[in-house]
Nanobody
Framework: QVQLVESGGGLVRPGGSLRLSCAAS????????MGWYRQAPGKQRELVAD???????NYADSVKGRFTISRDNAKNTVYLQMNSLKAEDTAVYYC???????????????WGQGTQVTVSS
């Protein structure tokens, strides 16, 4: 199995910053695209940003210029630096990894348990 554990969420004032981390562990053969998604109450889960193993990134329009995704392949960890936070960024943030397990020829999507980010004054 592949486990993803997020950390770094919390309460922050508008205009503030937070950094989320997601560490992957388990029987990992390879980690391909890793990404961050979020889900606000009453809304569908949406892509925030993702990054390939080679470092190519993709962002939702709503976070471009404010959020930065990065990864440390040696640590199997992906990060999301969130600056200039707004109230509308409030959501549960989930990490996702497209990964191949040791002993398997297939790849699957794995999800973390989520971490709450609340932006409020």
């Amino acid at each position: 199995q592949v486990q993803l554990v997020e950390s770094g969420g919390g309460l922050v004032r508008p205009g503030g910053s937070l950094r989320l981390s997601c560490a992957a562990s388990g029987s990992i053969f390879s980690l391909n695209v890793m990404g961050w998604y979020r889900q606000a109450p009453g809304k569908q889960r949406e892509l925030v940003a993702d990054i390939t193993s080679g470092g190519s990134t993709n962002y939702a329009d709503s976070v471009k210029g404010r959020f930065t995704i990065s990864r440390d392949n040696a640590k199997n960890t992906v990060y999301l630096q969130m600056n200039s936070l707004k109230a509308e960024d409030t959501a549960v943030y989930y990490c996702k990894a497209h990964a191949r397990r040791i002993g398997s020829s297939r790849t699957y999507d794995y999800w973390g348990q989520g971490t709450q980010v609340t932006v409020s004054s």
